[in-house]
């Protein structure tokens, strides 16, 4: 069971926005702003799409956008095209003698 | 460019040990912590600890702990994590990673994976 907690499954349409969650707790997201998310396409290793909650890195499209209310980050995807398709996966900082966690990763399926 | 090159694919078998390499160019290798992940077949990533290039410092993830050593070599840029008294649910590829700013932070890059396979 991974700590933080993902949809298994979401999907849009091409051209659709999407969210993605990423609950946690206090510990970790809540915390501190160190969440980041990863994309993952099948046989690929990740790939950073967001940083401190809300920073993309240089190369990333302004399509990727994230956020944090509480306990819960958002990963949100608008004007989805078929490249989107991947898994992803929002990580934190924690107070935890593990120091860093994942969430079990979000399977993008765009129809 | 910047690039983390990781040693090729290993098969074991259970009780043995296994030590992947993780070799760094196109920046300074002490001025940016390197983290280790796994992700076994069909699941999730996990990770398995942090080493400081610079003063060699390490942290582990508590499952790991007895059973993991990150080490590097400052002259050939390279940082190795081992993992001993394998069992078939450390089947995965381990990825190197490096992270963007201090130790808490995202992994802007990452090596391309090593399939550890363990295996009677």
């Known amino acids: 069971q991974s700590a933080l907690t993902q949809p298994a499954s979401v999907s849009g349409s091409p051209g659709q926005s999407i969210t993605i969650s990423c609950t946690g707790t206090?510990?970790?997201?809540?915390?501190?702003?160190?969440v980041s998310w990863y994309q993952q396409h099948p046989g690929k290793a990740p790939k950073l799409m967001i940083y401190e909650v809300s920073n993309r890195p240089s190369g990333v499209s302004n399509r990727f956008s994230g956020s944090k209310s509480g306990n819960t980050a958002s990963l949100t995807i608008s004007g989805l095209q078929a490249e989107d398709e991947a898994d992803y996966y929002c990580?934190?900082?924690?107070?935890?003698?593990?120091?860093?966690?994942f969430g079990g990763g979000t399977k993008l399926t765009v129809l | 460019q910047v690039q983390l090159v990781q040693s090729g694919a290993e098969v074991k078998k259970p009780g043995a040990s296994v030590k992947v390499s993780c070799k760094a160019s196109?920046?300074?290798?002490?001025?940016?912590?390197m983290h280790w992940v796994r992700q076994a077949p069909g699941q999730g990533l996990e990770w398995m600890g942090i080493i400081n290039p610079s003063g060699g410092s390490t942290s582990y993830a508590q499952k790991f702990q007895g059973r993991v050593t990150m080490t590097r070599d400052t002259s050939t840029s390279t940082v190795y994590m081992e993992l001993s008294s394998l069992r078939s649910e450390d089947t995965a590829v381990y990825y190197c990673?490096?992270?963007?700013?201090?130790?808490?932070?995202?992994?802007?890059?990452w090596g391309q994976g090593t399939m550890v396979t363990v295996s009677s």
């Open positions: 990580s934190s900082y924690t107070s935890s003698s593990t120091l860093l966690v």
């Open positions: 196109g920046y300074t290798f002490t001025s940016y912590y």
């Open positions: 206090s510990s970790d997201v809540g915390g501190y702003n160190y």
């Open positions: 990673a490096r992270t963007l700013g201090g130790p808490d932070d995202a992994f802007d890059i």
